[in-house]
């Protein structure tokens, strides 16, 4: 009952966010989705330090067909430039006489799933062969309307069929590549090797928009789960066959995907409104184009404008550098108290910050994100709301995803 109690503290408070903030409408459009599914999906925040871990779920919706996603893990982690083995935070001083240098690093695996599959694995050590549902050795379950069952095939269960054929394998997660780990997660829905044919991009005539995902952070100090916070991966939806594009190249374009938009809308306590209650938001930004091939990532400015209850308007820039992970009274200045999103300087509980991103980046322009509330009695995770259309604008250069 305490743990329940607590959930709905925080869920209050960022209702009450949410329902003081004003909302502006968002074209019916184009942009991306979190609620629908899509072909490509970003978690744009996953961590792990020893107390927190990522739940990553990635389901495929399709009720007759398998897929597979091929995802990349970006680890963000910055590095001491006199010790590249120490992990250390840009914002404080851990490096002695070195300098923390941003990291940008892609770890690429896959995952194959079969029809109307969730599949679920913590960050911390992703998913081992012998923990794959289905493969060589395992008996099949009931397939089509019957997967939730998870009845083995024998048992009598009437209208069911067997799903003979269906496999995970050529699944293979790994676990983040370093504790602590902060960054990211990228999925691109491919299509299945078919003969001699090898996987590629799943963006031919008549593709199904089949994957969806979600992500849940496991706060476990001691060991036990004493707090959750989920949010939904932000997805770009394949649109359809865009002439002239190479075949290693997604446009997100609004023609070949879904746009990213052109301001991203967050909705929010100011930290430290909540007294004695300690409240802080982490902002995670990520930029939606990346160079995989020539590992080269996205960079985005960020400008924010900020509001707060009365109307009263303030403004800041960060630089998006592949990844951008920031408690918001912290995005302005090192001193909490004195920034524009702290509750001592917007005199309001709640607040609005329009994020628009900007820049001349060969990869685009476009921004995805996601925010996490903290208190001392629990966390809530969520989506930002999204609004404008790239593709309505004159002269502005697509997002491009180009893969290896």
Same mark, same amino acid.
């Given at each position: 009952?305490?743990?329940?109690?607590?959930a709905?503290?925080?869920?209050?408070?960022?209702?009450?966010?949410?329902g003081?903030?004003?909302?502006?409408?968002?074209?019916?459009?184009?942009?991306?989705?979190?609620?629908?599914a899509?072909?490509?999906l970003?978690?744009?925040?996953?961590?792990?330090?020893?107390?927190?871990?990522?739940?990553?779920?990635?389901?495929?919706?399709?009720?007759?067909?398998p897929?597979?996603?091929?995802?990349?893990?970006?680890?963000?982690?910055?590095?001491?430039?006199n010790?590249?083995?120490?992990?250390?935070?840009?914002?404080?001083? %851990?490096?002695?006489?070195?300098?923390?240098?941003?990291g940008?690093? %892609?770890?690429?695996?896959d995952?194959v799933?079969t029809? %109307?599959?969730?599949?679920a694995?913590?960050?911390?050590?992703?998913?081992?062969?012998?923990?794959?549902p289905?493969? *060589?050795?395992?008996?099949? /379950?009931?397939?089509?309307?019957?997967?939730?069952?998870g009845?083995p095939c024998?048992?009598?269960?009437?209208?069911?069929t067997?799903?003979?054929g269906?496999? +995970?394998?050529?699944?293979?997660? *790994?676990?983040v590549?370093e504790?602590? &780990?902060?960054?990211?997660?990228?999925?691109?829905q491919?299509?299945?090797?078919q003969?001699?044919?090898p996987?590629?991009?799943?963006?031919?005539?008549g593709?199904k928009?089949?994957?969806?995902?979600?992500?849940?952070?496991?706060?476990t100090?001691?060991?036990?789960?004493?707090?959750?916070?989920?949010y939904?991966?932000?997805?770009?939806?394949?649109r359809?066959?865009?002439?002239?594009?190479? $075949?290693?190249?997604?446009?997100?374009?609004?023609?070949?995907?879904?746009?990213?938009?052109?301001?991203?809308?967050?909705?929010?306590?100011f930290?430290?409104?909540?007294?004695? $209650?300690?409240?802080?938001?982490?902002?995670?930004l990520?930029?939606?184009?990346?160079?995989?091939?020539?590992?080269?990532?996205?960079?985005v400015?960020?400008? &924010?404008l900020?509001?707060? %209850? &009365?109307?009263?308007?303030?403004?800041?820039?960060?630089?998006?550098?592949?990844? /951008?992970?920031?408690?918001?009274?912290l995005?302005?200045?090192?001193n909490?108290?004195?920034s524009?999103?702290?509750?001592?300087?917007? $005199?309001?509980?709640?607040?609005q910050?329009?994020?628009? *991103?900007?820049?001349?980046?060969?990869?685009?322009?476009?921004?995805?994100?996601?925010?996490?509330?903290?208190? +001392?009695?629990?966390s809530?995770?969520y989506?930002?709301?999204?609004?404008?259309?790239?593709?309505?604008?004159n002269? /502005?250069?697509?997002?491009?995803?180009?893969?290896p």
């Amino acid at each position: 009952m305490v743990k329940m109690t607590r959930a709905a503290s925080v869920t209050a408070l960022v209702g009450l966010a949410l329902g003081i903030a004003t909302l502006v409408a968002s074209p019916a459009r184009a942009i991306g989705t979190s609620d629908q599914a899509a072909s490509i999906l970003y978690w744009p925040k996953v961590v792990y330090d020893g107390t927190t871990d990522t739940l990553i779920r990635l389901s495929n919706v399709d009720t007759s067909a398998p897929t597979q996603a091929h995802c990349y893990y970006i680890d963000a982690n910055s590095h001491c430039s006199n010790n590249p083995t120490q992990i250390c935070d840009p914002q404080r001083n %851990e490096c002695g006489a070195g300098s923390c240098v941003p990291g940008w690093m %892609e770890i690429d695996f896959d995952v194959v799933l079969t029809f %109307e599959q969730p599949l679920a694995w913590n960050a911390s050590r992703g998913i081992r062969r012998a923990e794959l549902p289905l493969v *060589p050795g395992k008996p099949p /379950l009931l397939g089509g309307a019957c997967n939730e069952t998870g009845f083995p095939c024998g048992f009598s269960y009437p209208g069911c069929t067997c799903n003979f054929g269906q496999t +995970n394998v050529g699944t293979g997660v *790994p676990p983040v590549p370093e504790v602590p &780990f902060v960054g990211a997660l990228e999925c691109i829905q491919y299509a299945p090797p078919q003969g001699s044919t090898p996987a590629r991009p799943d963006n031919q005539a008549g593709a199904k928009n089949k994957l969806i995902g979600q992500a849940t952070f496991l706060a476990t100090p001691g060991g036990l789960p004493v707090d959750a916070a989920s949010y939904n991966a932000t997805g770009l939806r394949f649109r359809g066959v865009e002439a002239g594009v190479p $075949g290693n190249e997604l446009r997100l374009d609004d023609v070949q995907y879904d746009s990213c938009p052109t301001v991203l809308v967050l909705d929010h306590l100011f930290d430290n409104a909540i007294i004695g $209650g300690g409240n802080v938001t982490d902002l995670t930004l990520v930029p939606c184009g990346n160079n995989f091939a020539a590992q080269i990532p996205g960079s985005v400015t960020a400008q &924010f404008l900020v509001f707060n %209850e &009365f109307e009263q308007r303030f403004s800041t820039t960060r630089a998006v550098p592949c990844f /951008l992970e920031s408690q918001l009274s912290l995005l302005d200045t090192t001193n909490p108290t004195r920034s524009i999103f702290s509750f001592q300087v917007a $005199g309001t509980w709640a607040g609005q910050t329009r994020i628009r *991103p900007v820049g001349t980046a060969d990869t685009g322009r476009g921004l995805t994100g996601a925010a996490w509330m903290r208190t +001392n009695i629990g966390s809530a995770a969520y989506n930002l709301h999204q609004n404008g259309n790239p593709a309505f604008v004159n002269g /502005l250069r697509p997002d491009i995803i180009t893969l290896p």
